[in-house]
């Protein structure tokens, strides 16, 4: 389990001088974690190569890693051979994508998020009960394609518009999910919206954006009002790291996103007299530990912890996965 290490707290600065002030919580989540155990387990378990399809989750860091310990990534499961092992995304897949591995012959683990199956449980259900379903969530996001993948004619919805254009009668039976990872205030807006065009519409029995992401979006409306400028820690590809970045602008403060330390650029924190530094739910703790150091080179003197919701939750692998003991 990739573990989640709390920064120590540096002494107060000098006078005047930057201070780095850390969300928390921030970094990988539990689905994030047993995602890259699976693929860990599986190398382990069966050896190289272990094919996993699309990146395992959405960081250049951890996908790189998991590369040099012998995992081949592809988009599409015709590019595995058939009858090897492959590990899916912890973003979820269609039905099709499985009924494809099956006929190939392919040993599945399935890394999808138990948040994410969640949801796709809630739409086998919706559509069992003849509902109509809209998804809000981001066109061409791997867990929207999974999602959507799940029964046909599902509708997509992205903005508040959206729900005005859809070919949906007032009064037919009608229930919405979510895409884990989405803004919790942009979704509340769509869904006030579909309320109003829609006073019937069912929702899930509980919210689908993950906690996780709730967590971390909160930690950052704490964080904004005290710092300068905010810094995301996570990779261009991920939506729940560009949400907490959005988070900090409507907040009227400048924020940026890094892959690693080496995106960061001096003239963001230039004047700045307190800093500060979040990650994403797939983003780890040692990138953020990267970027306080250079935070430090570029004048830097204290980090502070914030206080913060403490998580606990954890996901079990799926079986198959323990390494046989010696002997």
């Known amino acids: 389990m990739a573990a989640f290490r709390s920064m120590p707290t540096d002494h107060s600065p000098a006078d005047g001088a930057?201070?780095?002030?850390?969300?928390?919580?921030?970094?990988?989540?539990?689905?994030?974690?047993?995602?890259?155990?699976?693929?860990?387990?599986a190398l382990a378990r069966f050896g190289a190569p272990i094919y996993v399809r699309h990146e395992i989750v959405h960081n250049t860091y951890v996908v790189n890693d998991l590369k040099a310990k012998g995992a081949i990534f592809v988009e599409e499961l015709d590019d595995v051979p058939r009858g090897a092992t492959v590990v899916f995304s912890a973003h979820g897949v269609s039905q099709a994508v499985r009924a494809q591995a099956q006929a190939r012959g392919l040993q599945v683990f399935d890394a999808t998020c138990p948040l994410v199956t969640k949801v796709h449980v809630e739409v086998a259900k919706m559509r069992r009960e003849g509902l109509e379903i809209v998804m809000i969530g981001h066109a061409g996001h791997p867990e929207v394609e999974g999602t959507m993948g799940q029964a046909d004619g599902i509708h997509l919805v992205q903005t508040v518009e959206d729900v005005e254009r859809l070919p949906i009668a007032a009064h037919a039976p009608l229930a919405y999910v979510t895409q884990t990872t989405l803004s919790v205030d942009d979704a509340a807006d769509i869904v006030a919206a579909l309320r109003r065009r829609f006073p019937q519409v069912r929702e899930p029995k509980k919210q689908d954006i993950c906690y996780a992401t709730q967590n971390r979006q909160d930690a950052v409306k704490m964080l904004t009002p005290q710092v300068d400028v905010v810094i995301v820690v996570g990779s261009p590809t991920s939506s729940n790291s560009n949400r907490l970045r959005e988070v900090a602008q409507r907040l009227g403060k400048p924020a940026y996103m890094v892959d690693s330390a080496d995106d960061l650029r001096a003239e963001w924190v230039?004047?700045?007299?307190?800093?500060?530094?979040?990650?994403?739910?797939?983003?780890?703790?040692?990138?953020?530990?990267?970027?306080?150091?250079?935070?430090?080179?570029?004048?830097?003197?204290?980090?502070?912890?914030?206080?913060?919701?403490?998580?606990?939750?954890?996901?079990?692998?799926?079986?198959?996965?323990?390494?046989?003991?010696?002997?």
């Open 270 to 327: 230039q004047g700045a007299r307190q800093i500060g530094l979040t990650a994403g739910a797939s983003a780890p703790e040692a990138l953020v530990e990267q970027v306080i150091v250079r935070l430090k080179q570029l004048g830097a003197v204290s980090v502070q912890q914030m206080a913060g919701v403490s998580e606990s939750v954890q996901f079990p692998l799926p079986r198959g996965l323990l390494v046989k003991a010696a002997g």
């Open 18 to 41: 930057p201070r780095v002030l850390l969300a928390n919580p921030r970094g990988f989540c539990a689905g994030v974690d047993r995602a890259i155990d699976i693929v860990e387990h």
